[in-house]
């Protein structure tokens, strides 16, 4: 029935019959075992993990070492590679101007132009008057 690989289809018939499948052990699915190989492989992937970041700041640390000893021996400078150089001042950001005013209202209020006229310009509207009436010369 098993053609030496593993599948899906020969796991389950092994789950089933009790046999081998492809030299793997039959999956005992008492709980105490299950939990026990579930704690094993937690564990091993910890260690893995670990593992991989030690390994990771190592080649880090090495990558380091090498490019100080290239920027060393060749002179070269941080614009030399395409990057900015450390500690330069940022470019300024651009002020805004303020916009001048041009429509005030009788009690002082006033408004730009510029968006949604405001709630006082438009009550003043709704009872008759003009919007030219409050222009600022």
Do not use: C
Request: hydrophobic fraction near 45%; charge should be positive; avoid cysteine.
């Amino acid at each position: 029935m098993s053609d030496g690989r593993f599948t899906a289809q020969n796991f389950s018939v092994s789950v089933r019959s009790g046999k081998t499948v492809a030299g793997y052990q039959d999956v005992l699915f008492n709980g105490e075992r299950l939990m026990s190989n579930l704690q094993d492989l937690i564990a091993q992937r910890d260690a893995l993990d670990k593992q991989i970041e030690e390994t990771r700041k190592a080649a880090r640390a090495a990558a380091i070492a090498q490019v100080r000893e290239w920027v060393a021996a060749h002179g070269l400078t941080a614009e030399d590679i395409g990057f900015k150089a450390s500690g330069a001042a940022k470019a300024p950001a651009k002020l805004r101007k303020a916009v001048a005013i041009k429509y005030r209202g009788p009690a002082g209020e006033t408004w730009t132009g510029r968006g949604v006229a405001p709630k006082w310009l438009t009550a003043l509207e709704s009872a008759g008057r003009t919007r030219s009436e409050f222009l600022v010369a």
